[in-house]
C-alpha cells in the first residue's frame, strides 16, 4: 500500500551517469549502469554506498529521454571518471513511498502526481527549450525515485521499498 505526503528535503550530493533510455527499455538500460557506478564508487574509496537514485528530466511516451542513474554520497566527494558530481536540490516535496515490485513504479508516480494535483499542489517545473514559461512544458525541476535497499528478486522480477519525490514551487 502506498503512502503519500509532502516533507522537506535538504540538498543531496549525487554522483551520476546519464542514460538515454525510453519507456520500454529503462530497466535493461539503467540496471548495468547501477552496478558499474556502484562498483566505481567502491573503487574510489566509497565503503558505504547509498541509495541509489534514478532522476528524470522529462518523459517522452513515444521517444528517447534522459535519466541520470546516481547514488547518493558524503558531501564532499569528488565523482570518478567518466561520472559527474551534482547537488540535487533541496525544498519541499511530494513523496510516494512504496514496498514491492519496480515494475509498479509507473503507476504508484501517476498516482503521486494526481494525489498532488486533488492536495493542490504545485509541482516545480522548468522553462520549456521554446522559452515558454515554467509549468508549460514537461521538464521537472527535480524529480527521482530513491531505492532504499537492494533488490531482491521475487515473482515480478525486481522489488523492494521506493520513494518517488516530485518537488514542489
Given at each position: 500500500?502506498?503512502?503519500f505526503h509532502?516533507?522537506?528535503?535538504?540538498?543531496?550530493?549525487?554522483?551520476?551517469a546519464?542514460?538515454?533510455?525510453?519507456?520500454?527499455?529503462?530497466?535493461?538500460?539503467v540496471?548495468p549502469?547501477?552496478?558499474?557506478l556502484?562498483?566505481?564508487l567502491?573503487?574510489?574509496?566509497?565503503d558505504?554506498v547509498?541509495p541509489?537514485?534514478l532522476?528524470?528530466h522529462?518523459?517522452?511516451?513515444?521517444?528517447?529521454f534522459?535519466?541520470?542513474v546516481?547514488h547518493?554520497v558524503?558531501?564532499?566527494f569528488?565523482a570518478?571518471?567518466?561520472?559527474?558530481?551534482?547537488v540535487?536540490?533541496g525544498g519541499l516535496?511530494?513523496?510516494?513511498?512504496?514496498s514491492?515490485?519496480y515494475e509498479?513504479?509507473?503507476?504508484?508516480?501517476?498516482?503521486?502526481?494526481?494525489?498532488g494535483?486533488?492536495?493542490?499542489?504545485?509541482y516545480a517545473?522548468?522553462?520549456?527549450?521554446?522559452g515558454?514559461?515554467?509549468?508549460?512544458g514537461?521538464?521537472?525541476e527535480?524529480?527521482?525515485?530513491?531505492y532504499?535497499?537492494?533488490?531482491?528478486?521475487?515473482e515480478?522480477?525486481?522489488?523492494?521499498?521506493v520513494?518517488?519525490?516530485?518537488?514542489?514551487?
Amino acid at each position: 500500500m502506498a503512502e503519500f505526503h509532502v516533507e522537506q528535503r535538504q540538498p543531496l550530493p549525487v554522483v551520476t551517469a546519464t542514460v538515454m533510455v525510453t519507456l520500454a527499455n529503462i530497466g535493461e538500460r539503467v540496471g548495468p549502469v547501477f552496478d558499474d557506478l556502484e562498483r566505481s564508487l567502491h573503487e574510489a574509496g566509497l565503503d558505504d554506498v547509498l541509495p541509489g537514485l534514478l532522476r528524470y528530466h522529462a518523459v517522452e511516451r513515444d521517444s528517447e529521454f534522459r535519466v541520470d542513474v546516481a547514488h547518493v554520497v558524503p558531501d564532499g566527494f569528488v565523482a570518478p571518471a567518466p561520472y559527474a558530481s551534482e547537488v540535487l536540490p533541496g525544498g519541499l516535496f511530494a513523496v510516494a513511498t512504496q514496498s514491492g515490485p519496480y515494475e509498479w513504479i509507473t503507476g504508484l508516480t501517476r498516482e503521486l502526481m494526481e494525489w498532488g494535483r486533488q492536495q493542490g499542489l504545485d509541482y516545480a517545473m522548468l522553462p520549456s527549450a521554446d522559452g515558454e514559461p515554467p509549468g508549460a512544458g514537461e521538464t521537472w525541476e527535480c524529480w527521482y525515485e530513491a531505492y532504499l535497499e537492494p533488490p531482491s528478486y521475487g515473482e515480478h522480477g525486481p522489488e523492494g521499498p521506493v520513494q518517488i519525490a516530485l518537488k514542489l514551487r
